[in-house]
């Protein structure tokens, strides 16, 4: 097996074959029968809530799962060639072609329909998606928004600022982008990271953004951390800010964040029952090399190649069940 990925019901394997296998619930994914035979030499699988889709290595796409909402491509099939990448919101896709034009489908309102500013999508880069929007970087470092407009869809009052942009993050509701200078731009829903006005004179020299569902995390040069957005999901730090120093990386769930220090010790900060709260553990994060996340929940490698969990026990807070088996990551 080469990779998994996930929509909101169902898994989509790409086997070493290249070939795909699925499960989960049918009609969001789970049952990819009906184009079973085109899913031959998949390079790439990209998936909305309830739909899934594949470049194949020819560079034409095949989707299937809830048509409304991406897992009905017919439409645009015939455009659809020479694709190099697929970014997804929620219920719809977004395609970037090898000639650096884009294709979309799904729900038009929330991304599916790009025709609004297509003449603007020249030479595209890359892509990034909130849950309702798409905002995509073009060569000439500027950027181009398209889908909810209130979630990001939308980005005319700061274009002006929009340039040289480097990389894009997202919430769920809004896009923070890094330009090259090392400052921060922000735009979306305002409460959920869309506005980074309180903290826009500290955003300066900032290496890397990680967001949770509402709330945006930047670590800068110095290693230091500021964050923004809603601050019981994240967007407030102040109670662990001095802790906060020599970051070498941030991960997030839906509502909390988790920070590995340069000495391989972990910081944790939002939703306690989202793995804000690592106190239960605290003595065992030594020497962690890597954390990932679910939604609710952290699983940090320690050195020795042990697991450490915290967050929902019911969503992969709580690995004592497996724990004598994680010995050999």
């Known amino acids: ?25 049918p009609k969001w994914g789970g049952d990819c029968s009906a184009v079973q035979d085109q899913l031959r030499k998949v390079q790439q699988i990209q998936a909305t809530y309830k739909a899934f889709a594949a470049i194949l290595a020819d560079g034409s796409v095949v ?5 409304d909402t991406g897992g009905d491509c017919t439409a645009v099939q015939d455009q659809l060639r020479n694709v190099k990448q697929i970014q997804a919101t ?9 000639n650096g034009f884009v294709v979309t ?12 500013v297509q003449e603007r999508l020249r030479n595209v880069k890359t892509i990034q998606a909130t849950a309702t929007a798409f905002s995509a970087i073009l060569a000439d470092g ?17 274009q002006d600022q ?53 709330a945006f995390a930047t670590i800068l040069a110095d290693g230091s951390v500021i964050t923004w957005g809603d601050p019981d999901r994240g967007g407030d730090c102040s109670a662990v800010q001095e802790q906060l120093r020599n970051l070498q990386a941030i991960q997030a769930t839906a509502e909390a964040f988790a920070a590995i220090l340069a000495d391989g010790s972990v910081v944790a900060w939002g939703n306690p029952d989202y793995g804000g709260d690592c106190a239960a553990v605290q003595d065992q994060l030594k020497n962690v090399q890597q954390i ?17 969990t915290w967050g929902n026990p019911c969503q992969g807070g709580d690995c004592a069940a497996v724990q004598d088996q994680l010995q050999f990551l």
């Open 63 to 67: 989707t299937w799962g809830d048509p």
């Open 105 to 116: 489908w799904g729900d038009p309102d929330w991304g599916g329909d790009h025709s609004a």
């Open 142 to 158: 500027s950027v181009v928004s398209w889908g909810d407009p209130d979630w990001g869809g939308d980005c005319s009052a700061v």
């Open 292 to 308: 990932q996340a679910t939604d609710c929940a952290f699983a940090a490698i320690l050195v020795d190649g042990s697991v450490v």
């Open 162 to 214: 929009l340039k040289n942009v480097q990389q894009i993050q997202a919430t769920q509701y809004a896009f923070a982008a890094i330009l090259v200078d090392g400052s921060v731009v922000a735009w979306g829903h305002p409460p959920n990271g869309g506005d980074c006005s309180s903290v826009q004179n500290q955003l300066s020299n900032v290496r890397q953004i990680q967001s949770s569902w509402h």
């Open 90 to 98: 929620d219920e719809a896709f977004a395609a970037i072609l090898a």
């Open 1 to 25: 097996m080469k990779q998994i990925h996930a929509a909101s019901a169902a898994f989509a394997a790409i086997l070493a074959d290249e070939s795909v296998v699925t499960w989960g619930y």
